[in-house]
């Protein structure tokens, strides 16, 4: 099992950038695919960006793609998502997730979850 906490939302201007991180516990961090998820209140939770477990592959959304990057350092036990050129669409709930399945981009395929960390994007 493993516990995920993010941080680093905030609010920022669009066209700003904003570094999200997700901190796991346990030391079985590099055998999960990680994946970052936003959610607001009119939509469900939707797909922004997944990495495999050595950090050699990456997916994207294509809202995302160009803009988005994401990377983890195994040995820090986090993952991250840098966040450029940011848009008021970009606006929800961030949240990490991980699973021990192939990678995904579908929210049910991951089993465990941060709390969520806000980002809003003023325009």
């Known amino acids: 099992q493993v516990q995920l906490g993010e941080s680093g939302g905030g609010l920022v201007q669009a066209g700003g950038s904003v570094r999200l991180s997700c901190a796991a516990s346990?030391?079985?961090?590099?055998?999960?695919?990680m994946g970052w998820f936003r959610q607001t209140p009119e939509k469900e939770r939707e797909f922004v960006a997944a990495?495999?477990?050595?950090?050699?592959?990456?997916y994207y959304a294509d809202s995302v793609k160009g803009r988005f990057t994401i990377s983890r350092e195994n040995a820090k036990n986090t993952v991250y998502l840098q966040m450029n050129s940011l848009k008021p669409e970009d606006t929800g709930t961030y949240y990490c997730?991980?699973?021990?399945?192939?990678?995904?981009?579908?929210?049910?395929?991951?089993?465990?979850w941060g709390q969520g960390t806000q980002v809003t994007v003023s325009s």
């Open positions: 346990g030391r079985t961090f590099s055998t999960y695919v």
């Open positions: 997730g991980a699973t021990t399945k192939v990678i995904s981009i579908v929210y049910v395929d991951y089993a465990y």
């Open positions: 990495i495999s477990r050595s950090g050699g592959s990456t």
